[in-house]
């Protein structure tokens, strides 16, 4: 069964750091591109990261550009997002998403994982 | 960037009705549109993409339609677990993909 879990979240304060980690079993990993999609409570979806199969190729929403660190070891089977300087809008659940695709970009995200709460605040 | 702008907001339907969700886009975005279901407390599923292909293992009820920036999910008769808020996502201005803000299909 492909599956995605993510962990890391948690209660931060603003200006702080959180690194969220999401573990990929039931598929070869490092065949598909992965990104980072987020909700803040109550409402709809953010794309927030891309990173390609071999880790040598990535993107970042304006949002998060220069805050934002995504990166990826293949050898074990796990995504990361480094979240720093952390803003109170940055509070969302976090999800890793596959991308459909295993030999060519498809920008459609299949599966996801049950996503981590990160929330930022004094 | 490309908005995705869906409509309406809340939908009430009763069970085994069928139900109309919209979706459009602020440039065209060809084809490249997909829809995903999420219901509370879980990830989003991917339904439909390419704008019409169900994904794997969705049922034959599901269905979409459109091109360029008018895009239509229809649900031909709703069942009790279809209950759920649906999103439209384009990828055609990929990587800077982006979400329609959703449409709640509620118990009527």
């Known amino acids: 069964e492909v599956q995605l879990v993510e962990s890391g979240g948690g209660l931060v304060q603003p200006g702080g750091s959180l690194r969220l980690s999401c573990a990929a079993s039931?598929?070869?990993?490092?065949?598909?591109?992965m990104n980072w999609v987020r909700q803040a409570p109550g409402k709809g979806l953010e794309w927030v990261s891309y990173i390609s199969s071999s880790g040598s190729t990535i993107y970042y929403a304006d949002s998060v550009k220069g805050r934002f660190t995504i990166s990826r070891d293949n050898a074990k089977n796990s995504l990361y997002l480094q979240m720093n300087s952390l803003r109170a809008e940055d509070t969302a659940v976090y999800y890793c998403?596959?991308?459909?695709?295993?030999?060519?970009?498809?920008?459609?995200?299949?599966?996801w994982g049950q996503g981590t709460l990160v929330t930022v605040s004094s | 960037e490309i908005v995705m702008t869906q409509s309406p907001a809340t939908l009430s339907v009763s069970p085994g009705e069928r139900a109309t969700l919209s979706c459009r886009a602020s440039q065209s975005v060809s084809s490249n549109l997909a829809w995903y279901q999420q219901k509370p407390g879980q990830a989003p599923r991917l339904l439909i993409y390419g704008a019409s292909t169900r994904a794997t293992g969705i049922p034959a009820r599901f269905s979409g339609s459109g091109s360029g920036t008018e895009f239509t999910l229809t649900i031909s008769s709703l069942q009790s677990e279809d209950f759920a808020v649906y999103y439209c996502q384009q990828y055609n201005n990929w990587p800077r993909l982006t979400f329609g803000g959703g449409t709640k299909v509620e118990i009527k």
């Open positions: 998403a596959r991308d459909l695709g295993d030999t060519v970009t498809t920008g459609m995200l299949d599966p």
């Open positions: 039931g598929f070869t990993f490092s065949s598909y591109e």
